[in-house]
């Protein structure tokens, strides 16, 4: 059984329920919300699964058996558990991942809890845009594009903006392939590594994209996902959004998902093997990179990263190779979707 100790967090106000009542009436047919209610619950004492699992990782749909093959967030929380505060704000905090992977973000920055006047505008003055991306926050929220010119005052700005817990980060440019997927934000791969005993592997990687024609998405509700094949780096799905609605192509671009090339793939992996090794205690990590002509560069990391994200567009659970590559397979799970895991391993 997962690690149920903190479940009373999916009752947090109803949101829980009320999320899974909106959404079961909203993706399903035919099956009631008291009866999904129950089986919801059900899924929560017996897999680990929140009612966001059990929405998003189509559990109503499957069996006892798939089930049991799928990382659950509470699964990745009780692995969180293992690890100290200071190691996961390393990588969570956006300030502190800019100054541990310096090398590896491709990009210039300041931080408004401690620029002065002079910096910032020396900062900013050449440039024709920038972002502000808030330090503790994830998923998007907070993030804005600024364009220069359109600022009045740089002086009255910055002291509007000092110490809002911000950083303001030059415009970071993909390569070309990356831009036709959606001109308006920034496609990107989100490649989750597992650190055991000096080994990296990787679990999971996704070509993750923005639904709209917006400059920074909310990712936990604004983009879709598309299986990359590892050793390739292919797309080999169509797209799937959390809603579980399928993209055959862009709804922006109309590019084509499968048989998509990511470019500088082993550049990609090759960045993202190495900067796990930096955080060896935060074993779990989903990198957020945008590839750039000359390679790639991080956006940000993601400690524990996301169930959802690593196997809602293949519909392929990736409980046996997590344990697997954490070195930890519960002799009940040795054998669960082995077979799937291991051909994209």
Not at 19 to 35: D, M, P, Q, V
Not at 214 to 243: L, P
Not at 326 to 334: A, E, F, R, V, Y
């Amino acid at each position: 059984m997962a690690d149920n100790k903190n479940w009373k967090e999916n009752w947090s106000k109803l949101d829980g329920v009320k999320f899974l009542i909106r959404e079961s009436k909203k993706r399903t047919k035919g099956l009631g919300w008291i009866k999904m209610s129950f089986d919801a619950v059900n899924c929560l004492f017996k897999y680990g699964a929140t009612f966001h699992d059990y929405m998003n990782l189509r559990f109503y749909i499957r069996s006892k058996k798939e089930r049991k093959t799928f990382i659950t967030t509470q699964m990745v929380k009780a692995e969180k558990k293992t690890w100290s505060k200071e190691a996961i704000n390393q990588v969570d905090n956006k300030g502190l991942f800019n100054e541990t992977f310096r090398d590896f973000v491709g990009r210039e920055w300041i931080d408004m809890d401690t620029a002065t006047e002079e910096e910032f505008i020396n900062f900013v003055k050449d440039k024709k845009t920038f972002f502000v991306k808030p330090k503790r926050e994830s998923s998007g929220i907070g993030i804005k594009k600024i364009t220069v010119s359109e600022i009045p005052d740089l002086k009255e700005y910055y002291k509007e903006n000092k110490g809002n817990g911000a950083l303001v980060e030059e415009t970071l440019i993909s390569c070309d392939e990356m831009i036709e997927v959606n001109p308006y934000s920034t496609s990107f791969a989100r490649i989750v590594t597992v650190y055991n005993e000096g080994k990296v592997h990787i679990l999971a990687a996704t070509l993750r994209s923005g639904e709209k024609k917006q400059v920074a998405f909310n990712t936990a509700k604004d983009d879709m996902f598309s299986q990359i094949d590892i050793k390739t780096g292919v797309c080999f799905t169509d797209a799937v959004d959390e809603t579980g609605k399928v993209f055959e192509k862009h709804p922006v671009s109309g590019i084509t998902f499968k048989g998509l090339q990511i470019p500088n793939w082993e550049i990609a992996k090759k960045t993202c093997i190495e900067a796990a090794k930096r955080v060896p205690e935060v074993r779990v990590i989903g990198w957020d990179v945008a590839l750039t002509k000359d390679g790639c560069a991080f956006f940000e990391g993601n400690p524990g990263s996301g169930v959802a994200s690593m196997q809602i567009a293949d519909g392929i659970g990736k409980k046996y190779l997590f344990y697997k590559y954490l070195g930890k397979i519960p002799k009940k799970t040795t054998a669960d979707n082995k077979e799937k895991n291991e051909k994209n391993a």
